[in-house]
């Protein structure tokens, strides 16, 4: 559904001179804030078309109704989101649950809502109907070659689906592995993989990336195949320029240290790209922003300081995408909070004082250090993204719009109660 411009204008008027006050007062706090604003209206998070409906856990699913029946249903609720954030003008592709049948009529229908495609995502973790051999035993890692040729092909074939669509990367993330000792080669497992790599990258356009996302345990429990980024990197750099590492927040073991993890890929230039998503145990898809945002303020912090030492674009250079599942709340509503976090964490560290933060290293002064970083930290920043989104045209209130306007209402009487969204 698309909301009706007068609609957006009505909300934005009434909160329009309560905004305009906090906002006249940030722009005197913040010498940048003009800068954060402009930065906030260019920085664009990928929705994946997984989000859109209600995960699950093992135990069960419990759906919000009025959940995307199609891939041009989900294209609608990511048209929707940006409509209302402006920030959300991107979407990410899993094959084979969303194989655009008519891929010129589904990039045509994007362009509509102001959507590009971005990374397009690869499955090898699950047995399709009909496949001719199964991955139970891990895909580009399998000891069967016809497996791992299986593997191969799929992933051109992502590609193949991703050039029709005006993509240009590919995600790649591994279930591989082993449950138990003994169950695996570790070499051997690696060298496949590798191999099955090489040939997937030789499949690559010119100007395309190639992501290899790391995690560290789950599906299997006693080996990842490419199971941190000292792994990840290992592949991207044998494989070439166009690989790179991924970071997904939720795939490391508890208490590591992402930010120095993003600096020293950005140091090495192979950090690719970034799934969002929040975490309090494991892999626990949570809300981005939800339990640490301060960890995710310290990570844009390295982003930044990273990003601007090699003069890259923060908009464009690395792929950002949200990858989480939501069991217990309404999806959308979810997806709005996870962007909003985001562009909070990083405005805030645009924010920092760089200089006084590198006269304090310098002087080995720790207490100041922490103080600079605290301070950014410590800031209300809200009113900057709102004003970035009131000036791209979206909603000063995204949440308070979607639920004033009973948007999960209309999609369950349009689509019906019982609606399941493909994916997991
Ligand atoms: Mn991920």
Known sequence: MQIEKQKLDRHNDALFSAH?????????DITNAEDVVKKLVDFQIAIPSWALGTGGTRFGRFAAGGEPRSLEEKIEDIGLLHQLNKSSGAISLHIPWDIPKDPKAVKVLAAQYGLRFDAMNSNTFQDQKNQAYSYKFGSLQHVNKNVRDQAINHNIEVIEYGKQLGSNSITVW?????????QLNFRKAF??????LQKIYAALPEDWKMFVEYKAFEPNFYSMTVGDWGQSLLYAQKLGPKAYTLVDLGHHLPNANIEQIVSLLLM??????????????GDDDLTVGSINPYQLFLIFNELIEGMDARHMDHATDLAWMIDASHNVKDPLEDLLQSVEAIQIA???????NTGALVKAQQQNDVAQAQEILQAAYRTDVRTLVAEARLRAGGTLQPLTFFRES????????????ETIATGL
């Not at 305009?20 to 005197?28: D, L, M, P, V």
């Not at 060298?191 to 099955?196: A, H, I, R, S």
């Not at 990083?346 to 920092?352: E, K, N, S, W």
């Open 20 to 28: 305009t006050k906090k906002w006249e007062a940030i722009k005197s």
């Open 174 to 182: 591994l279930s591989d592995g082993s449950s138990f000792p003994g």
């Open 191 to 196: 060298q496949n993989t590798l191999d099955g």
């Open 268 to 281: 090495e230039g192979k950090l690719g790209g970034f799934h969002f998503n929040d975490s309090k145990y």
């Open 346 to 352: 990083y405005a805030q560290a645009l924010i920092v």
């Open 406 to 417: 009973k948007i999960r209402e209309h999609l369950i009487s349009s689509r019906g109660k």
